[in-house]
């Protein structure tokens, strides 16, 4: 006879039969997703083959009036990392002279529309002449369409109005979720036979060797405003700065980052613990005493990580662009190990790395702490790092490997 533990009445019963499992199922329960999975996130054979076959039977355009539909999420802010790093491609290749449409993947109203493009006009006013749709309106045809999520994906498999897909890849969305339906569904779209644009090496190589598609990468790059004067850093770091998101963002290691700090403030509770990242950070009972930032315009932002000394920032999957931000302020940063991240940290070069364990990254912080001479080397080193990457340069290595060979001469 099995014990089992009975949820309703928070109690062990030894006597309940195990083929009753559904005793605990509310009546009509309907499966989850079903319908998303019946329409949205389904395919035939016909349909992946005929993408597939796509870039076999592109034949070259003409350099002239090329445009590109963008299928992107509904956002509110321009500068978090995803949108940011898409609008800044688009606003780059609208100097090349490509034009850009972007194909809203929520429904969305009027309002929203008239919103989106203030809101891009105002952080990119170099991006000219684009227009918003609707995914439920007719949509226009294009030269090149960009999936930039896997959910956009299935949206761009199924829009046959263009001449060649691409997908703009920023993680590996399928680590997003555990193992299972919504897993399966997101790793699906690597096999669609789109040409990739990866954020970083980690992803190009997975996406060539593991899926056997095109892929070219960028490196993550630090915008000019993080660039800082610092020509040394401070003899005792008086701040820490951690990148914390507990919600949507679980990759950022939130809980075990929190548990690092709470030993560090007790082995030096006169050290300023920063926190950022996310908007509802104070609904949260944090254990020691830290400062709570909100929501950061890219100016704050860089401000914030130049009075920081040492910065935090975990990944579990790929890079974001926080690291080579804090490097170019000239804060020391601290990060977990692993290939997803190694294609630019460099441990004891321009960073110190460290294992998952909230005991190791306290000890790694307080050796940072202790060894200025080593902070003063991996200093300089991170600043050289953000000085080796930028935008136009990654962004024209990118469009020069892919785009450009699109391109009859």
């Known amino acids: 006879m099995a014990v089992v533990f009975h949820f309703l009445s928070r109690k062990f019963d030894a006597n309940l039969d195990l083929n009753g499992l559904d005793y605990f199922l509310p009546y009509n329960r309907k499966i989850p997703e079903i319908d998303k999975f019946l329409i ?34 509904n956002f509110q802010s321009p500068y978090g990392g995803g949108i940011n790093d898409i609008l800044k491609f688009a606003t780059f290749l609208y100097k090349k ?50 999936a930039t999520t896997w959910q956009s994906a299935y949206y761009v ?16 969305e399928p680590l997003f979720y555990p193992a299972g339906s919504m897993y399966a569904a997101a790793e699906n779209t690597y096999r669609f036979g789109f040409y990739a644009v990866t ?10 060797n593991k899926y056997k598609g095109k892929a070219v990468a960028f490196m993550p790059c630090a ?21 914390a998101r507990p919600l949507g963002g679980e990759r950022r290691a939130f809980e075990i980052g929190m548990a690092a700090l709470s030993i ?6 006169n050290l300023e613990i920063i926190l950022a990242g996310f908007n509802g950070l104070k609904r949260y009972e944090i254990p020691f005493d830290a400062k709570i930032m909100g929501d950061l315009t890219l100016e704050q932002t860089a401000e914030l990580y130049r009075t920081c000394d040492i910065g935090l920032v975990f990944s579990m999957t790929n890079l974001s662009l926080v690291p080579i931000q804090l490097m170019a302020s000239g804060c020391l940063v601290i990060s977990n190990r692993g ?27 307080e050796y940072a702490i202790n060894n200025y001479e080593l902070r003063r080397q991996i ?22 490997k892919s785009i450009k060979k699109l391109f009859r001469s």
Not at 160 to 170: A, D, E, M, S, V
Not at 199 to 208: N, Q, S, V
Not at 223 to 243: C, G, M, Q, S, W
């Open 40 to 73: 949205d996130y389904n395919f035939d054979k016909q349909l992946l083959e005929y993408n597939k076959s796509l870039k076999n039977k592109f034949k070259k355009f003409q350099k002239r009036n090329i445009v590109i539909n963008w299928f992107i999420p």
């Open 97 to 146: 002279g490509i034009k850009s449409n972007f194909v809203i993947t929520q429904k969305i109203d009027l309002s929203d529309i008239k919103r989106l493009k203030q809101t891009i006009e105002n952080t990119f006013p170099e991006l000219e002449a684009f227009r918003i749709f609707d995914i439920n309106t007719k949509l226009p045809s294009c030269d090149i369409a960009f």
């Open 157 to 172: 498999l199924h829009y046959n109005k263009t001449k060649i897909k691409f997908y703009f890849i920023q993680d590996y």
């Open 199 to 208: 954020f970083g090496k980690w992803l190009k190589d997975m996406y060539k």
């Open 339 to 365: 290939p997803n991240v190694e294609y630019l940290l460099r441990d004891r070069y321009n960073c110190l790395l460290t294992e998952m364990s909230p005991t190791m990254i306290a000890d790694t912080v």
């Open 223 to 243: 915008d000019k405003i993080f660039h800082a004067n610092k020509t040394l850093p401070v003899k005792t770091p008086r701040r820490i700065f951690f990148f």
């Open 379 to 400: 200093f300089n080193n991170g600043i050289k790092t953000a000085n080796r990457y930028n935008w136009d340069n990654e962004f024209n290595k990118v469009y020069n």
């Open 264 to 269: 560090v403030k007790k082995r030096h509770p």
